[in-house]
Nanobody, 115 residues
Framework: QVQLVESGGGLVQPGGSLRLSCAAS????????MAWYRQAPGKQREVVAT???????GYVDSVKDRFIISRDNAKNTMYLQMNSLKPEDTAVYYC?????????WGQGTQVTVSS
């Protein structure tokens, strides 16, 4: 059974940084594309960043040059380094593991950017 557990969220001031982690178990981690999504109150969940099994990355325009997605296959863990945070980055952040026919989600971690 695949399980994903996010951590690292919290309250940060505008311009600050946070590093989110997503620990995976129950799957051959390095075989699959992983992604970070976020959902702000009253809005649809949106993809923030993706990383393939080979390490290719992609970002939504609003976080390019501020966020960095990475993965450590030896630790079965994916990361999201978030820099220069803005109030509009406030959301619950979720990690996702995409298999061929199934996808799995973590429970989410709250990120609040406020002074």
């Amino acid at each position: 059974q695949v399980q994903l557990v996010e951590s690292g969220g919290g309250l940060v001031q505008p311009g600050g940084s946070l590093r989110l982690s997503c620990a995976a178990s129950g799957a051959i981690f390095n075989s699959y594309t992983m992604a970070w999504y976020r959902q702000a109150p009253g809005k649809q969940r949106e993809v923030v960043a993706t990383i393939t099994s080979g390490g290719a990355t992609g970002y939504v325009d609003s976080v390019k040059d501020r966020f960095i997605i990475s993965r450590d296959n030896a630790k079965n863990t994916m990361y999201l380094q978030m820099n220069s945070l803005k109030p509009e980055d406030t959301a619950v952040y979720y990690c996702k593991l995409q298999q061929l026919l199934s996808s799995y989600w973590g429970q989410g971690t709250q990120v609040t950017v406020s002074s």
